[in-house]
């Protein structure tokens, strides 16, 4: 069946630096992927998604490339702040219309 | 309002008792979606209702869970003789067909401790 890896956090970065969460799948045919995010004490929300091949989606500086020859939708950010503490889950909506996602990623910002 | 709601927003129960949890979504959206939420383990699919098609129990962990939608709307995740791995946050979401976007528009959770 269809699954999604991302990397194991907490990921701790201070102000300013560069994200990289990785994200894979494994999926039969051409699944939708998302990036959906949970910030401290508050329910779960898209940030971007991308719907085909060779597609970016980006919000709030966030950017994340559907790459199907390496069934990677990884997420990153030029410059993180402190209010991007949150964690960060990874998912995929396949044929069967079933979403699924990874573990989740917990962020850590530090002034 | 125009989010999805969930109820009992926290629940406490002793070990072998029913619950029942209540999920009402976004009006008009097709498909409805039970997830449960555990320290560490993400979020784990249990259930996913589209239209009127057969529900797609693929991700309940025992035949104590069990979920219904009625009129497609409301949803019932139904939880019998629970027991203290039971405890988690349950997590409801409904989203638009593919075509429209596709994503999930999450509930607030249901929090459930099993005594």
């Known amino acids: 069946g269809n699954s999604v890896t991302q990397m194991e956090g907490p990921v701790t970065l201070s102000e300013e630096a560069f994200l990289t969460i990785n994200c894979t799948y494994t999926?039969?045919?051409?699944?939708?992927l998302f990036w959906y995010v949970q910030y401290p004490g508050e329910g779960l929300q898209l940030l971007l998604k991308a719907t085909k091949a060779d597609d970016k989606g980006s919000n709030k500086g966030f950017e994340a490339t559907y790459r199907k020859e390496t069934t990677s939708f990884h997420l990153e950010k030029g410059s993180v702040q402190v209010s991007d503490s949150a964690v960060y889950f990874c998912a995929l909506r396949g044929r069967d219309d079933k979403i699924i996602f990874g573990k989740g990623t917990r962020l850590h910002i530090l002034p | 309002g125009a989010g999805v709601s969930q109820s009992p927003s926290n629940k406490v129960t002793e070990k072998g008792k029913d619950v029942e949890l209540r999920c009402d979504p976004i009006s008009g959206h097709t498909a409805l979606y039970w997830y449960r939420q555990s320290l560490g383990q993400g979020l784990e699919f249990l259930i996913y209702?589209?239209?009127?098609?057969?529900?797609?129990k693929s991700g309940l962990p025992s035949d104590r869970f069990s979920a219904e939608r009625t009129g497609g709307s409301v949803s019932t995740l139904t939880i019998q003789r629970t027991q203290q791995e039971d405890s988690a946050v349950y997590l409801c979401?409904?989203?638009?067909?593919?075509?429209?976007?596709?994503?999930?528009?999450f509930g607030e959770g249901s929090r459930l401790t099993v005594l």
């Open positions: 979401a409904s989203s638009l067909n593919r075509e429209v976007g596709g994503e999930l528009f």
């Open positions: 999926a039969t045919g051409y699944p939708s």
């Open positions: 209702f589209q239209g009127n098609s057969a529900p797609d």
